[in-house]
């Protein structure tokens, strides 16, 4: 029904910059909020930054100052400034999405397939 197709992670040294995509489709009415959470080896998934349809925005304590959150409502993308990357940052990244579809009021939850970010040292 609604599909999230990440893109632009990657190798990187420590200090660099990456920047992530992720475009929502499908039978989708709306989107309520857009986010980033990322899971490293052994590690619980975190949240790492989300968006609202407003434009409000939360991060995670250890990426504020670094990454930054922004969407274009219209192209139902969110995007996700990474800069002074640590290799403590390096994990598999998700795009998540709460979305409400064209055939239902309820709101959804939805996940990307993930992307790898690496940040050596």
């Known amino acids: 029904q609604v599909q999230l197709v990440e893109s632009g992670g990657g190798l990187v040294q420590a200090g660099g910059s990456l920047r992530l995509s992720c475009a929502a489709s499908?039978?989708?009415?709306?989107?309520?909020?857009m986010g980033w959470y990322r899971q490293a080896p052994g590690k619980q998934r975190e949240l790492v930054a989300a968006?609202?349809?407003?434009?409000?925005?939360n991060y995670a304590d250890s990426v504020k100052g670094r990454f930054t959150i922004s969407s274009d409502n219209a192209k139902n993308t969110v995007y996700l400034q990474m800069n002074s990357l640590k290799p403590e940052d390096t994990a598999v990244y998700y795009c998540?999405?709460?979305?409400?579809?064209?055939?239902?009021?309820?709101?959804?939850?939805?996940w990307g397939q993930g992307t790898q970010v690496t940040v050596s040292s």
């Open positions: 998540n999405a709460g979305v409400v579809l064209v055939t239902s009021p309820h709101e959804y939850d939805y």
């Open positions: 499908g039978s989708l009415f709306s989107i309520n909020v």
């Open positions: 968006i609202t349809s407003g434009g409000s925005t």
